[in-house]
């Protein structure tokens, strides 16, 4: 079927060509999304001439994006919010505001292929007894892991540094997340690199972040959700006085809007 917007008619190709930008489970729903995108994108166009907006493109944009951006600056009013409605929102979303978790650690990483049943096994018994080794005397970490550690942090006796939560493997994550500061980790922790020797040194648990610090972040989630919002329902209007024919239109789920 063919999608129309007023009197332009979006052809098959041009949508085929849209759908490369809209990742989707099937290929109707690829083609959906493409079609909503290039009919929003005419929509705003048309409002655009409209409106007798053509301005010309600056730095790399091409000039029909460059009247979109006129024509939303030009019908778009995002209101300010106050600091009440800053608060309220940080109160209510506090946990979006939380250092993460710090360790500061090292390693000894003796590596292994994952797929390598028998270099595992060698590796984890050469882990082993280095394991053996840096439990009776840590003074030996670091030039142990300068000798054998695979990592690039070997050359620095082994030392990671800080390093937050979600950085690491979840396997070296689990593991230093239950040792307690000081500690060298009593066993080889396997991960898909290989076999690592574990020692934490300090730990940072996570903390909220005071309303002061993240005010700026609050209102710029608020001032965008409210472009947002005003785009959606800017759209809906040009919708709802256009002639859309052969599709659907769901203004929030267009990209534009995203």
């Not at 979109?68 to 209510?92: F, G, N, Q, S």
């Not at 990483?109 to 394991?131: F, G, S, Y």
Request: glycine fraction near 6%.
């Amino acid at each position: 079927m063919a999608v129309r917007v007023n009197d332009t008619v979006i052809g098959e190709h041009e949508i085929a060509v849209e759908m490369q930008h809209h990742p989707a489970p099937s290929v109707e729903a690829a083609w959906q999304e493409a079609a909503r995108a290039l009919v929003v994108r005419r929509l705003l166009l048309d409002e655009a001439r409209a409106r007798g907006i053509g301005a010309e493109a600056e730095g790399d944009l091409l000039p029909e994006e460059a009247m979109i951006e006129a024509l939303l600056e030009d019908a778009i009013t995002v209101p300010e919010a106050d600091e009440e409605t800053l608060r309220r929102w940080y109160e209510a979303n506090r946990s979006r505001f939380r250092t993460r978790e710090i360790w500061e650690a090292s390693h000894i990483l003796i590596p292994a292929d994952p797929w390598d049943a028998e270099a595992r096994v060698a590796a984890e018994a050469r882990a082993q007894e280095l394991l053996v080794q840096v439990l009776a005397d840590r003074a030996l970490f670091a030039p142990l892991a300068e000798a054998h550690s695979a990592c690039p942090s070997g050359k620095d006796g082994g030392r990671l540094g800080q390093v937050t939560r979600g950085s690491l493997v979840p396997e070296v994550e689990t593991f230093l997340a239950a040792l307690a500061p000081g500690q060298i980790c009593p066993v080889v922790v396997k991960s898909r690199y290989g076999m690592h020797i574990l020692w934490l040194h300090e730990r940072a648990e996570p903390r909220d972040l005071p309303f002061e610090a993240v005010r700026d972040t609050v209102a710029r989630y608020l001032r965008d959700a409210f472009w947002r919002r005003a785009v959606h329902q800017f759209i809906a209007v040009l919708a709802g006085r256009a002639r859309i024919e052969g599709i659907e239109l769901d203004a929030a789920a267009t990209p534009l809007v995203q």
